[in-house]
Each structure stands twice: as structure tokens, then as C-alpha cells.
């Protein structure tokens, strides 16, 4: 590729699963897979094997997905399994994400990359505390597109207005979440209809498969349309007589494209420079774009290690107090006056949880103010105290350099995914008083 528009042409579309605990989304992904062509013939063996031995006639198809044992013992998804499959129109990444609530933390992992969300629904029960859960997560991870499977329509005998019904419900959820683009398929993940196939059985339904909506939904976004965001991992000096003044920085581009001759700003330490030179696996290239690696070469002599970002127009505002919506992922709670380090990009600082400004119940996007601490799936709105200055963008406007984790300091453990910025764009804040503060 030479040219920015080449680099935005993509054909990889990143999505997750997510739906309550027998809505059959295992079943949904082995079905996607198995008629897609996807399924090596060992692998359909195997199942088919394993279905015999447990007494089925017929090839379980969620064993396709549910590859840990106890997740086939108790016929759950537990683990986030990622799956890679490809159609004549597009190559997809697949992350299987668990239904039970005590594992809704892993829907963050794997929805965190993700550019569509299907999220099931079984048509018997229609919308549940856990489907509102998956879609609330889906906004507040700003995935751009999401889709409603309301599955097993054959166990409603394929009605039409049981359909209409939950597709009306969750679009309006949906949208009080600002989530903008949603599509209601009607499917039978069992059957097989309106998963890769048209349904003979629902001749009242005129939209897309399953399938054909993953393989036409627009992704990606143009590199061009962002700032260019270059976290600095690694600082290249030889120290050879080859390359005696060579000084590289090497790192993945978070966002945008950088060119030889733009402008650039690293931060947090403001100090301004141009760009000398780009290199692409040791070979000198004219622009770079997001989410490539590459080492970058300055006009200047700066003093930059590992963890500061080199930015271009506009810039964030370095800062040390960092207002963010978080999920809390770990079974240890969250509390006011815990001591965390915050990961951001490539840096890491020292943190201190300085109030929790309120929790969000999902179920009404009530915002509870006065809360002491988060427990784990919780999502809340905090405010942390860090040691050095850390430069984020808004995480509605730049997903990469908008989140950040906290981690235990004692074991290294991931207590929390945080996102800068307000959660949804529909939710007003709820101002909640504090009697300490700290400085």
C-alpha cells in the first residue's frame, strides 16, 4: 500500500457474540462457522464424536466454540474464545464472549476491539437484565455497530409479531444508550434459518442474513480522519559506527498517519519537533498509518523513554486528574483511597482512586450516587489522582489512547478497564458529594 486510502481499504471485520446463558450462542457461532465453510473436516469430527458419546444424533454444534471442559461439561461458555474464519467477501475475528453475569468482565476483553456486537436474545424470554448488560457494554466500548439475533423463532413457530415485539424493545434500550446503528435479524441457530441461509420458514421477513450483514456492514475508519497518536514502546540506539547517531522510537500507531516533515508534540513533556524519517521493518518509508509499527526518527534530540507519546494537532491535555466511566473486572472491590497503577498505552503511573462519583444501574441508567466502592461487572464513573501526567484523549473520540486498565500493584492482577470521558452520550451526570477529599 502506498497511498492513505489504500490503507483504509480493509477487508477484516473484528466482532463479538454475547448473550445470556442458553440463549444458544455457542450454537449461533458453531452454525456460522459449520455453513460458512469455516470447519475443518477433522474438526467436524471430533464433534461429531463427542455428540455420540453424549448421547446426541445429530453434531452439537456450540462444541465448536465451547473448548474448555468444563464449559462442555456445563454446556456454557465461560473463557473468551476467539475464532478466525473467512468468506469470499471478508475475513473475520470472532471473540465468543461468556452469558453468565459473573463473567460479563470477559464481554469487556473481548468487545473491547471489536467493530460489531451481535448480541442474542432467545425469542421465548425476549429482552433480560443480562441482554440490557452485553448492550450496555457495547455502548460504553463505543463498538460502532450492533446486532440483535433474536434466536430459536423456531420454538415460537417463526411468528412475526414475537419478533417485532423484542426488536422494538431493545432498539429502544439501544438508542437511551446512543447507540446508533442497530439491526434486528430474526434466526434459528438450531435450523439453521437466517444465519447463512435465508429461512423459508419467515417469507414476512425481508432483511439480510446473519451472515451477509457481517460481510457487508462498513468497518474501519480513514487514518486520515484522526490526529496521529504514536506511543513510544522501545528507544532504538545502536551505538555503532554503522548507525553512530542513530536514535529510533519504535512502537505500533495508535491512531492517524504520520508523514515525514509533520509536526508533532511529545507528551507529556511538551517539547515540539518534526519528523526526519520513518522506518518500516528497516526500510525507509514516506507515511505511516495506524496500526502499524514503525520506528520514528526527530529532527531534534529529545530526551524520550518508553511511555511518552508522540502526538500531532490537536493534542490532549496532559493531566493528573483523570475523570472516567469504568467496569470493574475483578472479584476484589474498588474503593475511594485505594493506591492502583494505571496503565496507559505504553505507560505506566502510579494512581489513587479519588471518588467514585456513582454507579449505573443498568437495568434503569439510574446513576447511584454516594457509592464506597465497585464490585465486580459494576460500571461507575471515577476520578483518579495519578503520580506523573498522562496525556488521554476523550475515549468517545479515540478508542486507543481514551482506555486504560488499573492493576493491583501487589500481584500485577487487572482490577479495572476505564474509558476517559462521560459513559453514554444520553445519560446525564448526577453530581455526588464527598466529606473527604484528597490533594
Same mark, same amino acid.
Given at each position: 500500500? =502506498?497511498?492513505?486510502?489504500?490503507?483504509?481499504? $480493509?477487508?477484516?471485520?473484528?466482532?463479538?457474540?454475547?448473550?445470556?446463558?442458553?440463549?444458544?450462542?455457542?450454537?449461533?457461532?458453531?452454525?456460522?462457522?459449520?455453513?460458512?465453510?469455516?470447519?475443518?473436516?477433522?474438526?467436524?469430527?471430533?464433534?461429531?464424536?463427542?455428540?455420540?458419546?453424549?448421547?446426541?444424533?445429530?453434531?452439537?454444534?456450540?462444541?465448536?466454540?465451547?473448548?474448555?471442559? %468444563? *464449559?462442555?461439561?456445563?454446556?456454557?461458555?465461560?473463557?473468551?474464545a476467539y475464532r478466525y474464519f473467512a468468506t469470499a467477501r471478508r475475513r473475520f475475528i470472532l471473540a465468543d464472549t461468556p452469558g453468565h453475569v459473573q463473567y460479563t468482565r470477559n464481554m469487556v476483553t473481548g468487545a473491547s476491539t471489536a467493530e460489531l456486537a451481535v448480541v442474542l436474545v432467545d425469542a421465548r424470554n425476549g429482552v433480560v437484565e443480562q441482554t440490557r448488560r452485553h448492550a450496555a457494554v457495547a455502548a460504553l466500548l463505543r463498538v460502532p455497530h450492533v446486532v440483535l439475533a433474536v434466536n430459536k423463532m423456531d420454538l415460537v413457530?417463526?411468528?412475526?409479531? !414475537?419478533?417485532?415485539?423484542?426488536?422494538?424493545?431493545?432498539?429502544?434500550?439501544?438508542?437511551?444508550?446512543?447507540?446508533?446503528?442497530?439491526?434486528?435479524?430474526?434466526? =434459528?441457530?438450531?435450523?439453521?434459518?437466517?444465519?447463512?441461509?435465508?429461512?423459508?420458514?419467515?417469507?414476512?421477513?425481508?432483511?439480510?442474513?446473519?451472515? *451477509?450483514?457481517?460481510?457487508?456492514?462498513?468497518?474501519?475508519?480513514? +487514518? @486520515?480522519?484522526?490526529?496521529?497518536?504514536? +506511543?513510544?514502546?522501545?528507544?532504538?540506539?545502536?551505538?555503532? *559506527?554503522?548507525?553512530?547517531?542513530?536514535?529510533?522510537?519504535?512502537?505500533?500507531?495508535?491512531?492517524?498517519?504520520?508523514?515525514?516533515?509533520?509536526?508533532?508534540?511529545?507528551?507529556?513533556?511538551?517539547?515540539? @519537533?518534526?519528523?526526519?524519517?520513518?522506518?518500516?521493518?528497516?526500510?525507509?518509508? *514516506?507515511?505511516?498509518?495506524?496500526?502499524? =509499527?514503525?520506528? !520514528?526518527?526527530?529532527?531534534?534530540?529529545?530526551?524520550?523513554?518508553?511511555? /511518552?507519546?508522540?502526538?500531532?494537532?490537536?493534542? +490532549?491535555?496532559?493531566?493528573? &486528574?483523570? #475523570?472516567?466511566?469504568?467496569?470493574?473486572?475483578? #472479584?476484589?472491590?474498588?474503593?475511594?483511597?485505594?493506591?492502583?497503577?494505571?496503565?496507559?498505552?505504553?505507560?505506566?503511573?502510579?494512581?489513587?482512586?479519588?471518588?467514585?462519583?456513582?454507579?449505573?444501574?443498568?437495568?434503569?441508567?439510574?446513576?447511584?450516587?454516594?457509592?464506597?466502592?465497585?464490585?465486580?461487572?459494576?460500571?461507575?464513573?471515577?476520578?483518579?489522582?495519578?503520580? #506523573?501526567?498522562?496525556?488521554?484523549?476523550?475515549?468517545? #473520540?479515540?478508542?486507543?489512547?481514551?482506555?486504560?486498565?488499573?492493576?493491583?500493584?501487589?500481584?500485577? $492482577?487487572?482490577?479495572?478497564?476505564?474509558? %476517559?470521558?462521560?459513559?453514554? &452520550?444520553?445519560?446525564?451526570?448526577?453530581?455526588?458529594?464527598?466529606?473527604? /477529599?484528597?490533594?
Open positions: 500500500m =502506498s497511498t492513505t486510502e489504500e490503507a483504509t481499504a $480493509t477487508s477484516l471485520l473484528r466482532f463479538a457474540t454475547a448473550g445470556s446463558v442458553d440463549d444458544g450462542k455457542s450454537t449461533l457461532v458453531g452454525r456460522l462457522l459449520h455453513d460458512s465453510k469455516s470447519v475443518l473436516a477433522d474438526q467436524l469430527e471430533a464433534v461429531e464424536h463427542a455428540s455420540r458419546r453424549r448421547g446426541q444424533q445429530a453434531p452439537d454444534l456450540a462444541l465448536l466454540t465451547d473448548g474448555l471442559r %468444563a *464449559e462442555r461439561e456445563q454446556g456454557i461458555t465461560i473463557d473468551v413457530d417463526y411468528a412475526e409479531p !414475537v419478533f417485532a415485539a423484542i426488536a422494538a424493545e431493545f432498539t429502544a434500550y439501544a438508542a437511551s444508550l446512543g447507540v446508533k446503528d442497530v439491526v434486528a435479524v430474526p434466526i =434459528s441457530a438450531l435450523a439453521g434459518d437466517n444465519v447463512v441461509e435465508p429461512s423459508a420458514h419467515m417469507d414476512w421477513y425481508g432483511g439480510p442474513t446473519l451472515l *451477509e450483514h457481517l460481510e457487508t456492514v462498513p468497518v474501519g475508519t480513514d +487514518p @486520515s480522519a484522526e490526529p496521529a497518536r504514536f +506511543p513510544v514502546q522501545y528507544v532504538i540506539r545502536p551505538q555503532s *559506527e554503522e548507525h553512530h547517531d542513530y536514535r529510533g522510537y519504535a512502537g505500533q500507531l495508535a491512531s492517524g498517519v504520520l508523514r515525514v516533515g509533520d509536526a508533532v508534540t511529545v507528551l507529556p513533556s511538551g517539547h515540539t @519537533s518534526t519528523v526526519a524519517a520513518i522506518d518500516a521493518l528497516g526500510v525507509p518509508t *514516506e507515511l505511516a498509518w495506524a496500526p502499524q =509499527s514503525v520506528t !520514528v526518527r526527530l529532527a531534534d534530540d529529545i530526551d524520550i523513554s518508553r511511555g /511518552d507519546l508522540i502526538a500531532a494537532a490537536p493534542l +490532549p491535555v496532559p493531566t493528573k &486528574d483523570i #475523570e472516567a466511566t469504568v467496569c470493574h473486572l475483578s #472479584e476484589r472491590p474498588l474503593h475511594v483511597g485505594a493506591k492502583v497503577l494505571l496503565k496507559h498505552t505504553t505507560r505506566t503511573v502510579r494512581a489513587l482512586v479519588k471518588e467514585i462519583s456513582y454507579r449505573i444501574d443498568i437495568d434503569s441508567l439510574e446513576q447511584r450516587s454516594g457509592a464506597e466502592g465497585l464490585n465486580v461487572n459494576d460500571i461507575g464513573h471515577v476520578v483518579l489522582r495519578t503520580a #506523573e501526567p498522562l496525556a488521554l484523549d476523550d475515549y468517545t #473520540e479515540n478508542r486507543r489512547t481514551g482506555s486504560f486498565i488499573l492493576i493491583d500493584p501487589s500481584d500485577g $492482577t487487572t482490577l479495572t478497564a476505564g474509558m %476517559a470521558g462521560e459513559a453514554f &452520550d444520553t445519560v446525564s451526570t448526577t453530581d455526588a458529594s464527598h466529606e473527604e /477529599d484528597w490533594v
